[in-house]
Nanobody, 126 residues
Framework: QVQLVESGGGLVQAGGSLRLSCAASGLAFSRYSMGWFRQAPGKEREFVAAFNWRNSNTYTADSVKGRFTISRDKDKSTVYLQMNSLKSEDTAVYYC???????????????????WGQGTQVTVSS
């Protein structure tokens, strides 16, 4: 059974940093694309960043480019999201996602991902 467990969320002041972690189990981690999405109150879940296992490339949304970085540790089966220069508009629940069948062009679509974590709250105070 695939499990994704996020951690690292919390309350931070604007301009600060946080690192989110997502520990994966029950899957062949090296053959899964891993992603981060977020959902603010009253808004749809949106793509933040992803690592594509087929080409080992990373992708980030324009809204966070230059501030957020996705990385992974294969030995720990963990994916990270380093978030710097946080803004109040980054406040959301952040979700980890995984898929072994992800198509590159559809990584921004929620339904393209097959497994999800429970989410971790990130609150940025201004």
């Amino acid at each position: 059974q695939v499990q994704l467990v996020e951690s690292g969320g919390g309350l931070v002041q604007a301009g600060g940093s946080l690192r989110l972690s997502c520990a994966a189990s029950g899957l062949a981690f090296s053959r899964y694309s891993m992603g981060w999405f977020r959902q603010a109150p009253g808004k749809e879940r949106e793509f933040v960043a992803a690592f594509n296992w087929r080409n080992s490339n990373t992708y980030t949304a324009d809204s966070v480019k230059g501030r957020f970085t996705i990385s992974r540790d294969k030995d720990k089966s963990t994916v990270y999201l380093q978030m710097n220069s946080l803004k109040s508009e980054d406040t959301a629940v952040y979700y980890c996602a995984a898929s072994s069948t992800l198509i590159l062009s559809s990584m921004y679509i929620v339904s393209s991902w097959t497994h999800w974590g429970q989410g971790t709250q990130v609150t940025v105070s201004s």
